[in-house]
Every structure is written in C-alpha cells, then in structure tokens.
Nanobody, 113 residues
Framework: QVQPVESGGGLVQPGGSPRLSCAAS???????WAWYRQAPGKQRELVAS???????NYADSVKGRFTISRDNAKNTVYLQMNSLKPEDTAVYFC????????WGQGTQVIVSS
C-alpha cells in the first residue's frame, strides 16, 4: 500500500531549524498536501498545507516560523522549521489534505536542550 515517507526529524535544541521531507509518488503529490503533528497525549493536528500550485496555509502556532514548500520534480514536500520551541515536540506526518492515503511512520522531532 502506498504511504508517504517522512524524514529529517531528531533531537533539536530550542531555536533550531531542521527541515523535514516527505516523499510520495508523483501522481499522489499532484494535489494539496499537508504536514501534521501529534504530540504525546494529544490528537493529531494540522500544521501547514500547500496546494498543487503553491498556495500555503499555516496553523497560528507555527505561522511565521515554519515554511511548507514542494518540489514537484522530486515528488517531495518540505517543512522548514525555524525558531523551534519545546512545544513543537511531536511526531510529524505528511499526507494529502483532502483525500488522505495510508499514514506513514512519521518523523519525530524532540526540542530540548
């Protein structure tokens, strides 16, 4: 079954700037895609989305700090995370926004000094 593959997470100090990557097959990525996150004990939440032509939206909690982008030639969606805070600690997932496919394993981001 087709799943997206997330990568780029890890242990990051507060204020750090990792970039997450999401790879999926090209035909699937030709739609609006999004990054989500799930913190321990909390529900999964939408972080950012990007349309097939580059329109973006962000959760208020990450606006001005995170940037979502896509490289259609590489079938990849990115999440540039800047000025990380401990409350950004979560497992980050990507998926199609309107017609989700199977969820991947996600990539864990831990923000801690």
């Amino acid at each position: 079954q087709v799943q997206p593959v997330e990568s780029g997470g890890g242990l990051v100090q507060p204020g750090g700037s990792p970039r997450l990557s999401c790879a999926a097959s090209g035909s699937i990525l030709s739609s609006t895609w999004a990054w989500y996150r799930q913190a321990p004990g909390k529900q999964r939440e939408l972080v950012a989305s990007i349309s097939s032509i580059g329109y973006t939206n962000y959760a208020d909690s990450v606006k001005g700090r995170f940037t979502i982008s896509r490289d259609n030639a590489k079938n990849t969606v990115y999440l540039q995370m800047n000025s990380l805070k401990p409350e950004d600690t979560a497992v980050y997932f990507c998926n199609a926004l309107f017609r989700p496919i199977s969820w991947g394993q996600g990539t864990q981001v831990i923000v801690s000094s």
